[in-house]
């Protein structure tokens, strides 16, 4: 099952000014597109969306992950720097390996400690509705 990171590149870090480019979410998309071209494995799991606005502007840097059939998160607070690409690649890995998207607390990187925005159950089908 792929798993989507969807990467805001509007967001800008609280002391830019708003003129400033690249933003700061543009940034950290391509060191994530740069990250996914050196390691070939991660990137047969994980397709990167920039989209314009996640609509987390108090806590940028922002990015989702989702995936079908599973819990979905939004992230926040992410410098656009080395450490914040190493720990959503460490989270990415382990997000891909469960079947629901919950990763055990025990297995999450430190840099995702205290970014988490929201998290979403998985879509509902109409398959899964007539289960019910």
Do not use: H, N
């Amino acid at each position: 099952m792929p798993v989507e990171l969807i990467v805001c590149e509007t967001c800008r870090m609280p002391d830019d000014p708003p003129e400033a480019l690249p933003r700061a979410g543009a940034v950290l998309a391509g060191r994530m597109e740069r990250a996914l071209a050196e390691d070939p494995e991660l990137a047969a799991q994980v397709r990167l969306r920039p989209l314009r606005c996640l609509m987390s502007c108090r806590r940028p840097c922002a990015v989702a992950v989702r995936s079908a059939d599973r819990m979905s998160y939004v992230l926040g607070d992410l410098p656009p720097d080395d450490a914040s690409v190493e720990t959503l690649t460490a989270y990415l890995r382990a997000y891909a390996a469960t079947t629901d998207g919950i990763v055990p607390f025990k297995q999450w990187p430190q840099g995702v400690k205290g970014r988490f925005v929201s998290r979403m159950p998985p879509l509902e089908t109409a398959e899964d509705r007539a289960k019910t």
